[in-house]
């Protein structure tokens, strides 16, 4: 389970560095604890990080394989990195 306090500061990678980064709002990238929060959602992108062993995979490449996927299909627990 992520923690509260965590959750707050947490931000999606895709969202706030680099090239990429939102400049349309103040604050960018929240996430959101999703199916019995296994995954953080992006509220801007769309891009679903999933949580294993209680660890967020923050990476931009994980967040972008399952952006297509909806997320009432997303899988519970995620799959493995393997």
């Known amino acids: 389970m992520v923690a509260a306090d965590l959750l707050e500061i947490l931000r999606c990678p895709y969202c706030v560095s680099g090239e990429t980064r939102r400049t349309d ?10 199916r019995e929060e296994s995954w953080l959602v992006c ?13 967020p995979v923050m990476l931009i490449e994980e967040g972008e394989k ?8 997303l899988l519970v627990p995620p799959p493995t990195g393997e």
């Open 25 to 34: 709002k103040d604050d960018p990238g929240c996430l959101e604890l999703v």
């Open 66 to 73: 399952w952006l297509e996927t909806p997320v009432a299909e």
């Open 43 to 55: 509220t801007d992108c769309g891009r679903k990080y999933p949580i294993r062993d209680d660890i």
